[in-house]
């Protein structure tokens, strides 16, 4: 069978090194034929990568689209404010769609895309990874397998780490929900997608609290200055220090190591926390471990195309990276609980908030019969079910196999949307999936309304799953 043949707009993180590398892996699967990026030094990558001649390599998506069709799908992975346009433009082109998450900015937008997809009848599938890991899965699974009994009441979490709530939500793209989106769109779009869709059941009223609490200039400890590296008096102390952060990379490691199932990896790991050397010296005879030694990944890959410990500096010296966190331009919330009821009477909180010593996800379920408790993070996952009356306890490794982004979730997505694009057509279950990720942005919209206005919102999930 013939590779699906697809365009990518915006070849950036998460275009060009989360999804794209899946046609390097399965070539017969899927080939990138035309990419539109205005970074020169991505777009050329890109090209050379996936071995893109040069008339199809556009500077704007516009440009791309100013062509016949050049393939079935295009992937768009452009930033939180630039899906729209392309989106429909693609659509209308005759191209289905992978479309990052948050699918637009606003709940307008959001309902213009579904609106295009089921007027062309083109697939839109929606990134929301989440729903593609093994724990998502396997925790749907087992709630609806009835062994919990009648669902009670639902504990999720969404445990953003110090350092990537530094990174991503104080100094770095989802700062500014004027610019991006607010944190709970951005953050927990994927949360909200799988707790009805795990639950079986929709909710029907929110609440929700929450606010900036932390990274503000009133909180900044006196006389820091507005980088790390401007001799800050508390550099050596600030769980934040853009050196700590960045080029010893030791909270990444640490988040890593707690939540690794594999107990080799998970050695490693902490032997080159305690004693780097001692890696870097055996990294010599087993390359493999130059992963870690030499680890060039997210989020350094944002700072600097290709990162060197050269570059880094140089990105934390200049760039926004480099700023403290306490004197940034940054207005989106560091903590907010989401209060739901559901139409069953399961009573639902999300918790997301930026201070977690660790990078990961938490779910507690509750049941008449039993419970589940489960944990997400960068190293991997797991769950276990108990058994009320029993006792019995299952645990479950839903790690994914290492090197595998957003616990498996990334790659899963692609084999899918490869799959769906060969299926090919617009059937009920690509219309179905547009109308739930739709779904899952309105209950963020409408819990960044009830934090703002302090009110409780009632939802009609029948105005939108159809
Ligand atoms: N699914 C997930 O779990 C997940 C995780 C992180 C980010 N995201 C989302 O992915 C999207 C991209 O994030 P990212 O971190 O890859 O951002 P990025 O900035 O690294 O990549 C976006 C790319 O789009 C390019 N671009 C800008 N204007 C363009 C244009 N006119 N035409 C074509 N390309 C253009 C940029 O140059 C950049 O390379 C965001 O919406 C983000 O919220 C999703």
Redesign the pocket.
Known sequence: MKPVRAIL??????????YAPYALRYPDQLKFVAV????EE?RRKFSTVHAIPEERC?????GLMEQPQLADAAII????W??TQ?AIAAMNKGYHVLL???MATTLEECKQLVEVSERTQRQLHI????RYTQYARKMREIVQSGVLGEIIDVDHRENVSFWHMAHSYVRG??RSSRQ??PMIL?KCC?DLDILPWVLGQWPIMLSSKGELTHFRPDKAPVNTPERCVDGCPIEKECPYSAIHIYLEMLPFWYSYRETCTNSFHKAIIGTWIKNPGVVQTFSTLFPFLKQITEYKGWPLT?LAQDPTPQKIEEAIRNGPYGRCVYHCDNDVVDHQVVSMQFEKGTTVTLTMHGHSHVEHRSTRIEGTRGRLMGVLGNGGGWLTVEEHRTRKKLYLDTSPPAGEG?GG?DNQLMREFVAHIREGGYPDTAKRAAREALFSHMLAFAAEEARIERKVIPIMPAEFIR
């Open positions: 707009i915006g070849a950036g993180q998460r275009g060009a090194e989360a539109a990026e205005p970074n991505r556009y500077e704007s998506w516009e992975a452009t930033q939180d630039l899906h392309p990052e998450k948050p990134c929301h990874v989440l793209n989802w991006s989106s951005a994927h944002v957003h979730g």
